[in-house]
C-alpha cells in the first residue's frame, strides 16, 4: 500500500469518527460536565468579537473576578488574564467575519485541529513501526478515549495543544532521523505554541529541550546555533529554543501583569496535597470519578495485554531496541516525570476536573503504546492483512460503542445540574430583555449565577456574578453599581429568599418570563409580601393539600407517621426517621389541574431537624411509565438551626400534562437515614 492511500485511509477514519462521535452535539452550548470552564472559553471568544479583536486585551462578560477577590469586589472591566488565547481569538475571528456566534463556530474549530493532531500521530506511529495497522490502532487507541472525545469538540485549548504536541514531537524524530534542521524548527514552533495556549504543555517542551541537552554531551545533535559577538567573547546560540524561551516567559509576565491590573476568572496558582492521606483519599477519588472516562474497560485490557507481549518479544527475542525507539522510550519517561510532578502540584484538582489528565498523563500513555506496538513483530502479507484488519475491527469496534455510550451518559442531567437548568432557565433572556429596552450596555447583577458567564452570555450583556447565596453576600452585591437584577425563579425561594428574606424590602420585580425575574433596586419599599413579589398575591389557587396530622386527610397522602412529643400547630406532627427511605408522599393519578395547562407549585412545611445527612423533597411527574418531570431540593441545604422549627417555601414550575396516564407526587426521599420532625407540609396550584 503506497504511502497517499495509507494517508487517505487514516484521513477517513478520522473524519468518520469525528462526524460519528459529535454530529448531534457540533452546536451545542457549552453544557454538562465542566460547562464553567467551556463557557469561560466561549466567552473569551464572543469577548474578542465584541472588542474588535484586541488580541492582548482577552475579556469575558463578567465584571467582577474569582482570583484574588473570590467574585467579592465589582470592577470597571471584563478583562482577565489567561494563557495566551490564541484558539480563542481564531473562532472570534471567523464569527468577526461571518457574523455567527453560534457554539458550531468554535466546536468546528477545535475539532478539525482535533483532526490534524490525530493525523500527525497516526505518521509518528508509523516512523517508529513502519507498519500501516500498528499505526491506525495507535490513532484509533487515542481517538476513542473517552474524555478525549468528550472535549475534541469543545471549547478548552487542551485539545489544540495536544494536537500541536503530536505534531512537534512528530518532526522531532524526522529531525533525529534525518538530521535536518528544518524539522527541529518546526517542532520547536508547534511546542512552544502549545506551551503558551496550554500551560502543562510546557512539559514536552522542557522535556525535548532537555534531550537536546543530554544529545549535545554525546554530540548527536546538529542543531546550528548562531554567533553573537558581545565585544568580548563568542557565544554559540541556539535560536529558535532561545526565541521560544523568549516567548513564553514573555507572555507568562504579561500575564502577570494583566492579573495584577485586572484579576482573572482562570486559576493560575497550585494545589497540591496537603497530606499522605489527602494523597490516598484523591487518589482513589480520581479512580471513582474518571477512572472509565479516561479509558474504558476495553481500553485498559488491551493495553496491559499490549505490555505482557510487547515484554515477551523483547526479553524472548533479546533484540536490541533501536535507536530511535530508545531515544522515544528517554523522552517519553522524562515527560512522564514532569506530569508527575505537575500532579503532585495539582493533585486537588484531579477529582473535579477530568481533563487534567489529557494535560498530563494521556500523552506519555499514547507514546508508550507506540513503543509497545513497535515491538510486536506483524508480518505483512495478503493472508495476515485481513487477519490484522479483522483483529483491529474486534479491539476497536467495542471501544467506539462504549464511546459512544459515554457520550450519552456525560449528556444526562437532573436535578444537581445546576448548569443546565441556569442555561435552560436563561435561554431567549436576550430577547425578553430587548423586549423591555433595555440596552445592550447595561449591566446585570445575576444573583447565584452558578457557572459565571453562562447568564451573560445567553442574555448578551456583562455584568456582576454572585456566586454565592450567603446573607451577607447578596446584601453586599446589592450595593455594587449595575442596572438591573436578574434572578432564576426556582432557585428564588430555596436558593436567596431562604437566606435572605430582607431582599423584598429592597428590589421590585419589572417582568417575568416565567423563567427570570427581572427586577431593579427600590428604596420606596415597606411591606412587600412573598406572595406580591412572587405575582400570587390575590390569586386564588386551583388546588391544595396540606397535612398537619391534627385532622382526617385524603388517601392521597402515605407514610404519615406521626407523634405527639413535638409539634408545630395541633397536637401532632410528622416524623421521619432513619429506618424510612420514603418520608411523607403526597401521590395521585387524579389530579386535573395539572392537565388543563401550566402551574405553579407553591410549596411549603415546617421542619424540626434532629440530624440531616441527605433528604430530599422530590416532585416527580410520570406519563405513560416515563418520568416527564424531576425536581428536587436537598434539606440539607435548606435548613440552618437545629432544636428550632424552620419553614420551607419552595417554587416549582411544572409543565402541562398531556398524557392521561400520569402519575404525580410530592414526597421525602430519606437517602442519608436522616431524622427529623415536620408539620404543616402542604402544596398549592396557582
Avoid at 22 to 50: C, T
Avoid at 76 to 104: C, L, N, Q, R, Y
Avoid at 642 to 647: G, M
Wanted: charged residues 15%; proline residues 4%.
Amino acid at each position: 500500500m503506497n504511502q497517499t492511500k495509507q494517508h487517505a485511509i487514516a484521513v477517513l477514519i478520522i473524519l468518520s469518527l469525528g462526524i460519528l462521535f459529535h454530529y448531534k452535539y457540533i452546536n451545542e452550548f457549552p453544557s454538562y460536565i465542566h460547562a464553567w470552564a467551556q463557557s469561560d472559553r466561549y466567552a473569551l471568544a464572543l469577548g474578542f468579537k465584541n472588542n474588535n479583536l484586541n488580541f492582548f486585551k482577552p475579556e469575558t462578560f463578567v465584571l467582577n473576578h474569582q482570583f484574588p477577590d473570590d467574585w467579592k469586589v465589582p470592577s470597571e472591566s471584563s478583562i482577565t488574564a489567561v494563557d495566551f488565547p490564541v484558539h480563542e481569538f481564531i473562532p472570534a475571528v471567523i464569527m468577526k467575519i461571518f457574523g455567527i456566534t453560534a457554539p458550531w463556530i468554535f466546536r468546528l474549530y477545535i475539532l478539525l485541529y482535533s483532526f490534524s493532531g490525530l493525523f500527525f500521530l497516526f505518521k509518528l506511529a508509523f516512523l517508529f513501526s513502519d507498519n500501516f495497522y500498528k499505526s491506525i490502532f495507535v490513532m484509533l487507541f487515542a481517538a476513542t478515549s473517552p474524555v478525549f472525545v468528550y472535549y475534541q469538540g469543545g471549547f478548552l485549548p487542551t485539545i489544540p495543544s495536544m494536537a500541536n504536541v503530536f505534531i512537534g514531537i512528530y518532526f522531532y524524530f524526522k529531525y533525529i532521523h534525518y538530521k535536518k534542521n528544518k524539522y527541529f524548527n518546526i517542532c520547536i514552533l508547534f511546542l512552544t505554541l502549545a506551551s503558551l495556549s496550554r500551560t502543562t504543555f510546557a512539559i514536552p517542551l522542557l522535556a525535548v529541550f532537555g534531550f537536546e541537552i543530554l544529545r549535545i554531551f554525546k554530540n548527536e545533535t546538529v542543531v546550528k546555533p548562531i554567533i553573537i559577538y558581545t565585544g568580548a567573547r563568542l557565544y554559540r546560540v541556539p535560536i529558535l529554543p532561545v526565541l521560544s524561551i523568549l516567548s513564553v516567559l514573555g507572555y507568562f509576565l504579561y500575564n502577570i501583569s494583566l492579573r495584577n491590573r485586572y484579576g482573572s476568572i482562570f486559576l493560575s496558582s497550585f494545589l497540591p496535597p496537603q497530606s499522605i492521606q489527602q494523597v490516598v483519599e484523591i487518589f482513589k477519588l480520581v479512580i471513582k470519578n474518571w477512572g472509565f472516562q479516561y479509558f474504558s474497560a476495553v481500553h485498559y485490557l488491551v493495553f496491559f495485554l499490549l505490555i505482557f507481549i510487547s515484554l515477551f518479544f523483547i526479553f524472548s527475542k533479546k533484540e536490541r531496541i533501536q535507536s530511535l525507539l530508545l531515544q522515544l522510550l528517554v523522552l517519553t519517561s522524562i515527560i512522564l516525570a514532569g506530569c508527575f510532578l505537575f500532579a503532585f502540584l495539582m493533585l486537588r484538582q484531579f477529582p473535579a476536573h477530568d481533563y487534567y489528565f489529557l494535560d498530563t498523563f494521556y500523552l506519555p500513555v499514547i507514546l508508550l503504546l507506540i513503543v509497545m506496538v513497535t515491538r510486536i513483530p506483524l508480518f505483512e502479507n495478503k493472508r495476515n492483512t485481513i487477519i490484522y484488519s479483522f483483529g483491529i475491527l474486534l479491539v476497536t469496534i467495542p471501544m467506539i460503542v462504549i464511546t459512544i455510550h459515554t457520550q450519552k451518559n456525560r449528556r444526562i442531567s437532573g436535578s444537581w445540574d445546576k448548569a443546565t437548568a441556569t442555561i435552560q432557565n436563561f435561554t431567549g433572556s436576550e430577547q425578553l430583555l430587548d423586549s423591555l429596552q433595555i440596552s445592550t450596555d447595561a449591566r446585570m447583577l445575576v444573583i447565584d449565577a452558578c457557572a459565571p458567564n453562562i447568564p451573560f452570555i445567553l442574555m448578551n450583556r456583562k455584568g456582576f456574578a454572585v456566586m454565592s447565596t450567603k446573607k451577607e453576600t447578596i446584601k453586599d452585591a446589592l450595593a455594587w453599581k449595575y442596572d438591573y437584577i436578574i434572578m432564576q425563579n426556582e432557585i428564588f425561594l430555596s436558593d436567596i429568599y431562604s437566606s435572605y428574606p430582607e431582599i423584598l424590602s429592597k428590589i421590585v420585580k419589572i417582568a417575568d418570563n416565567e423563567k427570570i425575574s427581572v427586577c431593579v433596586l427600590s428604596d420606596s419599599l415597606k411591606n412587600q409580601s412573598l406572595m406580591g413579589f412572587l405575582g400570587l398575591e390575590g390569586k386564588s389557587p386551583v388546588f391544595r393539600s396540606i397535612m398537619n396530622y391534627d385532622t382526617v386527610v385524603s388517601d392521597y397522602w402515605q407514610n404519615t407517621q406521626s407523634t405527639s412529643e413535638v409539634y408545630f400547630n395541633g397536637t401532632k406532627s410528622g416524623q421521619l426517621i432513619p429506618e424510612m427511605l420514603y418520608g411523607l408522599t403526597y401521590k395521585t393519578k387524579n389530579l386535573q389541574e395539572i392537565t388543563t395547562g401550566k402551574r405553579y407549585l407553591l410549596f411549603s412545611s415546617y421542619f424540626l431537624q434532629d440530624t440531616i445527612k441527605n433528604c430530599e423533597i422530590v416532585l416527580t411527574i410520570n406519563e405513560n411509565g416515563q418520568n416527564t418531570y424531576y425536581k428536587s431540593y436537598n434539606l440539607r441545604n435548606l435548613l440552618k438551626e437545629k432544636n428550632s422549627w424552620e419553614k420551607v417555601n419552595l417554587l416549582f414550575r411544572i409543565p402541562r400534562v398531556k398524557s392521561r396516564d400520569y402519575e404525580f407526587a410530592l414526597y421525602l426521599w430519606n437517602t442519608g437515614h436522616s431524622e427529623l420532625y415536620l408539620d404543616d407540609f402542604g402544596f398549592e396550584l396557582f
